[in-house]
């Protein structure tokens, strides 16, 4: 739908509500309104957790040993925790203090 119609359209039921909500009270006019936002919200936040949700590793990702020429580190910027990694079970970074913590890896010789 193009951008004119699209305007024609809103200003179609801009008046169309105005005649109702004159004739026969805002309720019925407000109501559906009030209605379609709560609904619109609800299915914003639901998709929202669903996305937040996915952490993008799969079933098939197996934990795999760090090899023992490098240390993998994992520091946090909020409090300063560093946490040494053994087993890598994904490609993300684990959480502390609600952020993301820093990889660091040190080749060993
Ligand atoms: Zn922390």
New binding site residues.
Partial sequence: MNRPVRIALVVLVAIAAVVIGTQFGWRIVLAPLLGLAIWAWARATLRSFLRHGQTGVSAADEPVPVGSDERTMYW??????EVVLTVRGSGLPPR??G?R?HERSEVLS
């Fill in positions: 946090c910027e909020e409090c300063g925790t502390h203090c952020t913590m």
